[in-house]
């Protein structure tokens, strides 16, 4: 299997520009807390927040649904929670892909039990037509069709994170 250029570099910078403008305007006067979702969306984030122009606060979630497979098993499981307090707070979820939609969805359950006044979503990468569960995205970097994707953080069994595009990997 080889990984196929499907984002390159400069889309890619574009979008988080793009993305960072829309969170400038909607939070001008809010310090928002971004929450990363762990370990995907952590370049997204690193670029994200370098754009932003504004007080803010970054905490991470890790949540696990993948193991070493192509497909997500279909069950969540929260591996490290928050560590900071989030009630009566505005609240960004970064993430790097939603696909079925059960990890969001997961992950949204989990904050509102910590009651922030405030929860939108802000994704690169979203595939709709693996969608199992309904999620509201608030900030939509990309909607790809059913591919497996790697790079720019997205790993598979924790190879191609570091690669500085995105990629498609297809069976041959």
């Known amino acids: 299997m ?13 979008t988080v520009r793009r993305l960072a403008a829309q969170i400038n305007k909607d939070y001008r006067e809010k310090k928002p807390v971004l929450i990363a979702v762990l370990k995907g969306a952590f370049i ?5 927040v370098r754009h932003l122009d504004l007080k803010l606060e970054v905490e991470f979630v890790c949540l696990s649904s993948y193991g070493q497979s192509r497909e997500s098993k279909g069950e ?13 707070r505005d609240v960004i979820i970064i993430e790097d892909i939603i696909d079925t939609g059960i990890t969001t969805d ?5 904050l509102n039990q910590q009651e922030p006044s405030s929860i939108r979503i802000c994704v690169l ?10 999620i509201i995205i608030n900030y939509l970097g990309f909607e790809v069709a059913d591919r497996f994707i790697v ?22």
């Open 151 to 172: 790079g720019y953080g997205l790993d598979w069994d924790e190879n191609f994170r570091h690669l500085p595009e995105l990629y498609s990997i297809e069976d041959e």
């Open 76 to 88: 969540v499981k929260l591996v490290q929670g928050l560590c900071s307090n989030i009630r009566n």
């Open 2 to 14: 080889q990984p196929k250029v499907l984002i390159e570099r400069q889309e890619l910078e574009n």
């Open 106 to 110: 997961f992950l949204l359950n989990y």
């Open 44 to 48: 997204f984030l690193a670029d994200l």
């Open 125 to 134: 990468i979203s595939k709709p037509s693996r969608r199992k569960v309904p």
